[in-house]
């Protein structure tokens, strides 16, 4: 495919995420309906799709119109880019720029704040005063691609190691200095599903910030572990490896979404007990980990069609179903036991209100201590607060 008709593709898909299908579905679907299109031309549509949802309101404000068009002429804009040397209609190349859009581009018109910053009008007011002055960094960093980590299983190898051993596979990695399990991949990122070092169950895919949640954990001396929104698994195998003689328990309100960390402890030589039903109100534990659902904001970089889709009522809806297992859970902690909630979100609501409101609520419980990661360097953007009772 030439430059001009990865774009034209990307056009199509985006048409298809702004009248409301998921953007992956829609890359899905083109990918099997152009088989001729190789894997780095799949990958380079994937790119501008992804890029465009990161950046969707700026990148139109840039071009001047909307839709698919205006995104991919944003795009380009973006990149220093002539739009007029794609938009050729020759071949598989998008059609030329009308005149409507040509004027468009000219006129150059001022982006509001929440455009400039490519949030929801609705969001920029939370944002802000979740993070204050931190929060154009927050939303700047949303802007870029997120980075490719590792969480390298010290049960089994080293960092060296494993950096060695990815290495062979043409995988170019760094360590992420603050986080001591973390390797950053820089080179062939795409290659890492199939490396023998994955496949042996020496590195797992996991934001380094992540990783720096799970080693913040009190995991020192515990017994048993329940990892009640265990999703795939990720925190799960990650506190595995940091505490090897414990017993680790995982369980999610969806089976689906456990089934793989079977597989996966497998791979890691990790125990993990898979819990399918909620645990008894009799079981007790040294440590039980919420990582409950939530907006995602500190992760939009990554999934940016989130940021797109999220209502006002979606908050409402997740502060509820936040609150209610924090409440179900608080009986299944051991005495000196600790319940620890975390987010991937940079919001307010879902963070300290949450934990303020419980503690109001449970004054038997009180906050031993907390921690924001914000989206940067580390990694994307998490709460951590630790609970335990007086």
């Known amino acids: 495919m030439t430059p001009a008709a990865r774009y034209a593709a990307a056009i199509g898909v985006l048409d298809g995420f702004l009248a409301g299908a998921p953007a992956e579905k829609l890359l899905s679907n083109w990918a099997r309906g152009n088989r001729y299109a190789g894997s780095k031309d799949r990958a380079a549509v994937r790119d501008i799709v992804f890029d465009c949802l990161r950046c969707l309101r700026s990148y139109q404000g840039r071009a001047g119109f909307t839709g698919g068009r205006g995104l991919a002429v944003g795009h380009l804009l973006a990149h220093d880019l002539d739009p007029a040397q794609f938009f050729t209609g020759e071949g598989y190349a998008p059609p030329v720029l009308d005149v409507a859009e040509i004027d468009a581009i000219a006129q150059n018109a001022p982006l509001s704040d929440a455009a400039l910053l490519d949030l929801p009008d609705w969001l920029l007011a939370p944002v802000q ?142 125990r993990v007990q898979l819990l399918k039903k909620s645990p008894k109100d009799t079981d007790r534990f040294d440590l039980v980990l919420l990582d409950v659902p939530c907006s995602g904001s500190g992760s939009w970089r990554r999934n940016p069609e989130g940021k797109w889709r ?9 502060q509820h179903v936040q609150a209610g297992i924090l409440q179900k859970t608080a009986g299944l902690v051991a005495e000196n036991g600790v319940l620890a909630y975390v987010t991937c979100s940079v919001l307010r609501a879902e963070n300290q209100d949450q934990i303020d409101h419980f503690c109001a609520e449970n004054p038997d419980w009180r906050l031993k201590s907390h921690r924001n990661f914000a989206v940067g360097n580390i990694g994307d953007g998490f709460f951590l607060a630790i609970l335990e009772r007086y």
């Open 310 to 318: 999220f209502e006002p009522h979606d908050l409402a809806e997740l």
């Open 129 to 270: 005063s979740a993070l204050g002055e931190e929060a154009t960094a927050y939303c700047r960093a949303l802007q870029a691609r997120a980075p490719v980590d590792l969480r390298v299983n010290l049960t089994k190898t080293t960092r060296q190691s494993a950096q060695a051993a990815l290495a062979k596979d043409g995988i170019v990695t760094a360590p992420v200095e603050s986080v001591a399990t973390a390797l950053r991949v820089s080179e062939n990122p795409r290659r890492v599903a199939q490396s023998a070092a994955y496949l042996a169950g020496a590195v797992e895919l996991q934001d380094a910030a992540s990783q720096a949640v799970v080693a913040a954990l009190p995991l020192q001396n515990v017994k048993r572990v329940l990892d009640y929104c265990a999703g795939g698994g990720g925190k799960t195998l990650a506190m595995a490896a940091l505490a090897p003689k414990a017993t680790l328990v995982a369980h999610d309100a969806s089976p689906a979404r456990l089934a793989p960390l079977a597989d996966r402890a497998k791979r890691a030589g990790a």
